[in-house]
């Protein structure tokens, strides 16, 4: 199955930029993470001296950059056929996050409804709850979201077509 961020709706920049504020990054990290979103999605190589170039700062700042996105578990480094390759799904999937914004998933449909959920949906989570995991609810409702079909109904059938249910 498919996680949110990698379907081809999903447009990783514009997530980027509605997310800001809950992402933690400064505005030069944002700004990298675009560029290596925006590289990787052309299958360039990506190298030190384009970055540097193109966000118009040193290599020295760049190195900067790479290590404190690095360390704050944001961007993987890695080595493919002699080409360095950056993964950013820790960024897509917010697991670097030292705090869980979402300690629940009633908080993370409540943020994502942007509304007090109902006693009926509140009833209907929890069924969700004791069927599927925490992270396949999340994944259903960023399915959701990106599809602009934020419903406990849609959510609903993602889950059961997509995802198959928890063992106790």
């Known amino acids: 199955m ?21 992402l933690n990054l400064n505005y030069q990290e944002i700004v990298l993470c675009m560029m290596v979103d925006f590289y990787n999605s052309e299958n360039s190589v ?10 118009n ?34 960024l897509f999937e917010m697991s670097y996050l030292k705090k869980d914004d979402y300690d629940t ?25 004791n069927t599927y995991s925490k992270e396949d609810i999340i994944n259903a409702i960023r399915t959701a979201d990106a599809n602009q079909k934020l419903s406990i109904a849609y959510i609903e059938g993602i889950l059961r077509n997509t995802v198959n249910v928890k063992k106790d």
């Open 2 to 22: 498919l996680k949110w961020y990698e379907m081809k709706c999903v447009n990783h920049r514009d997530w980027m930029i509605e997310n800001f504020k809950e």
């Open 46 to 55: 990506i190298t030190y001296d384009m970055l540097a170039d193109k966000m």
């Open 57 to 90: 700062t040193s290599i020295e700042d760049i190195d900067l950059l790479i290590s404190e996105l690095v360390s704050k578990d944001v961007l993987i480094i890695g080595v493919d056929n002699g080409n360095m390759t950056f993964d950013l799904t820790n």
């Open 105 to 129: 998933v009633f908080s993370y449909f409540e943020d994502s409804f942007n509304r007090p959920l109902n006693s009926t949906e509140l009833n209907k989570i929890s069924d969700f709850l």
